[in-house]
Each structure stands twice: as structure tokens, then as C-alpha cells.
């Protein structure tokens, strides 16, 4: 099992930013597709973002535009740039392998876009 570290999540009104890192003590991020998922209340995961060990990017259609994921592989890092957040944003994320193959899931970070 992989461990994941998740970070920065907070409140935040509409329209408004937040970046979120997750970190592990391996260097998976640069042997495996990895990336973001997030859950509402209720609801089962949502794949998000995911980024592969070449580097290459990919975004659910939801947040195409607004949401950008990138690797700092120095510090087994990666991060989640949330742009002109919405309130149907608001979840708790976590980072994970993709696809999800059965790997723990961390303690996320909650993300609420609320006035």
C-alpha cells in the first residue's frame, strides 16, 4: 500500500483559488499514474486529474479550463491548481493511483466554495 499525504484545502467564495499538494515518502509520482479524486457527501469517488510518469496531463471535462495538475518530482509532490472555484467543487480531495486499483485512500482535504 502507498501512503498519500494531502494538504491545502480550506473555504473559499466562488470564483476564487485554492492549490492543493499531496506527497507520499516514495517516488511513485514517477513510476505510475497518479493524480486527484474527489468525494461529496454521499457520493463515491470522482476521478478529477491524473498526470502520468512522462508528464502528460488529463482533466475531467468538470473542470477543464479551471483546474491544472502538475508533478514536482524533487519533493514527491503533486499539486492541484484550483481556478474560479464553484460551489459543486466543494469536496473533500484526495490524490490516488490511476486507475483506482484498490490502493488506501489518505484523509483528503476538504475543499468548501462557499460565500
Known amino acids: 500500500q502507498v501512503q498519500f499525504v494531502e494538504s491545502g484545502g480550506g473555504l473559499v467564495q466562488p470564483g476564487g483559488s485554492l492549490r492543493l499538494s499531496c506527497t507520499t515518502s516514495g517516488s511513485i509520482f514517477s513510476s505510475t499514474t497518479t493524480g486527484w479524486y474527489r468525494q461529496s457527501p454521499g457520493d463515491t469517488h470522482e476521478w478529477v486529474a491524473s498526470i502520468t510518469p512522462g508528464g502528460m496531463t488529463y482533466l475531467a471535462n468538470s473542470v477543464k479550463g479551471r483546474f491544472a495538475i502538475s508533478r514536482v518530482t524533487a519533493l514527491n509532490m503533486i499539486n492541484l491548481q484550483m481556478n474560479s472555484l464553484q460551489p459543486e467543487d466543494t469536496a473533500v480531495y484526495y490524490c490516488?493511483?490511476?486507475?483506482?486499483?484498490?490502493?488506501?485512500w489518505g484523509q483528503g482535504t476538504q475543499v468548501t466554495v462557499s460565500l
Open positions: 490516488n493511483i490511476v486507475p483506482f486499483n484498490g490502493n488506501e
